[in-house]
């Protein structure tokens, strides 16, 4: 990756600001990296965090790009898409995006065939380097760029790939969506514990890191989910009590109804996006 003569973001949002972040730590050199953006207020934040370079617009910036970032908002796509292709056909870039819900067809369709386009799906932790992104491109697409796309993401996210685009779907429900189920349990556990008296800084904290040390543990374990609530788990004790509670109001199936609810909408998405 630090051989990368050029890499452009078309878009300089908080998404290409986080990659653009992780990317220099990992030794990507700033001025290898350029960024176009109608907003002059996002250029020049990006230049004055990462000294990186900026492009009056996207043809300037994808001019001798090797790896092209599309950090634009799903609605801007198409539009930007269609600029750029004339363009990108004589120098065939390896194209990133990071736009949710853009089927990899539309994609195709927008930059044309002879372009290799990876589709994939960060959340919002990769925010702060602590996120997860899915990643999906059709056979045609060779494994140098697949792992040339990986190692970019990397820079801010664990990264994982998915078989069929469908499945970018499920994606987008657990871990694009996911963030917001922990701050809806952690916000309802904070609260709980403040109405039987605990004060709110106290209640807000412990909250807090509790929810960083079982990720954690989680995280360094062998050991399955089921396992680590079972170790914690004493029987009759405490937290027997309040599980039994969780699972009389029935709290699996009430995730699983929320998680395919999130799916079936990403799905709606995709297809409104395709059909622009």
Not at 209 to 233: I, K, N, P
Not at 237 to 263: K, N, P, W, Y
């Amino acid at each position: 990756m630090n051989n990368i003569r050029k890499l452009a973001f078309i878009g300089g949002g908080n998404m290409a600001a986080a990659l653009i972040s992780g990317l220099t730590k990992r030794g990507v050199q700033p001025a290898h990296i350029v960024a176009a953006d109608p907003s002059t207020d996002q250029l020049q934040r990006l230049v004055r965090d990462y000294a990186i370079r900026t492009a009056p617009d996207n043809v300037s910036a994808v001019e001798g790009a090797e790896v092209v970032v599309l950090a634009v908002k799903p609605q801007q796509m198409r539009s930007v898409a269609l600029g750029l292709a004339p363009h990108l056909a004589v120098s065939r870039p390896l194209l990133i995006s990071v736009a949710a819900g853009i089927p990899h067809a539309s994609l195709a369709r927008w930059f044309g065939p002879q372009v290799a386009v990876i589709r994939t799906m960060p959340n919002r932790p990769a925010l702060n380097g602590f996120g997860a992104t899915g990643l999906y491109a059709p056979a045609s697409v060779g494994a140098a760029h697949r792992a040339l796309a990986e190692t970019i993401m990397a820079a801010v996210s664990a990264t994982v790939w998915v078989e069929h685009e469908s499945q970018m779907d499920t994606v987008t429900a657990l871990s694009g969506s996911g963030p917001a189920y922990f701050f809806l349990f952690m916000e309802a556990l904070e609260a709980a514990a403040h109405e039987r008296g605990l004060p709110s800084d106290v209640a807000h904290r412990l909250t807090l890191e509790t929810a960083f040390g079982a990720a954690q543990m989680a995280r360094h374990s062998a050991d399955s989910l089921a396992t680590l609530r079972e170790q914690v788990t004493s029987k009759g004790g405490t937290t027997a009590a309040a599980l039994e509670v969780l699972d009389a109001a029935g709290l699996r199936a009430i995730v699983a109804h929320a998680v395919a609810a999130a799916d079936r909408r990403s799905a709606e998405l995709a297809a409104e996006f395709g059909a622009l």
